[in-house]
């Protein structure tokens, strides 16, 4: 293995740790999602027969908030398990060196993607988002709900630079030379 892929190699284990760290996250949110879904499906029932137990307005509007955070999150963690849609029909009867240039290709129009959602995303969350309140939480600024749009491009920047090194790195050494 060339001493260029053998010194970069040794950065592959802080993209684990974060890939470890966005899983926890994601992990903590859809639980956090599944609360809040139970306290407001609980309470508008209960609510009915139970004069004093009352649906707390912000529970729908932080549940959508959540599940918008799990979904580009989890988005962005499937970039480095390679487990986003794909088509792999023809992968069986491509030449090697050919997929592996389309899976470079396919990495740099992701990467693309990502810049869009970070440049365009934080646009929307300073300017849209700022500008608004949560209906059900008046003190509470809606770039909370814009946020996860620049933070999943962040992330997927982070995945598709291994990815892309991981597709390059193919050329030159290869599965055997990896052990």
């Given at each position: ?19 470890q ?5 994601c ?9 809040l ?20 307005p ?22 480095s398990k ?22 470079i ?13 970070i ?10 988002g700022?500008?608004?309140f ?35 790195r ?10």
């Amino acid at each position: 293995m060339p001493a260029i892929f053998r010194t970069l190699d040794k950065a592959l284990p802080a993209y684990r740790m974060v890939y470890q760290f966005i899983l926890f996250l994601c992990k903590l949110l859809l639980i956090a999602v599944i609360c809040l879904t139970v306290i407001s499906v609980v309470t508008r029932y209960a609510g009915q027969h139970i004069s004093w137990v009352r649906n707390p307005p912000w529970s729908e509007e932080l549940t959508l908030t959540g599940m918008a955070y799990v979904a580009v999150f989890s988005a962005a963690l499937a970039i480095s398990k390679k487990t986003h849609i794909r088509m792999t029909a023809f992968d069986a009867m491509l030449p090697k060196a050919l997929l592996r240039c389309l899976d470079i290709l396919a990495d740099l129009a992701i990467l693309f993607l990502a810049y869009i959602m970070i440049f365009w995303g934080w646009r929307a969350a300073i300017q849209i988002g700022a500008s608004g309140f949560y209906t059900s939480l008046p003190n509470l600024s809606r770039f909370w709900m814009y946020l996860p749009i620049p933070l999943a491009g962040i992330a997927m920047v982070v995945f598709e630079i291994e990815s892309l090194y991981l597709n390059i790195r193919g050329f030159f050494v290869k599965e055997e030379d990896t052990h």
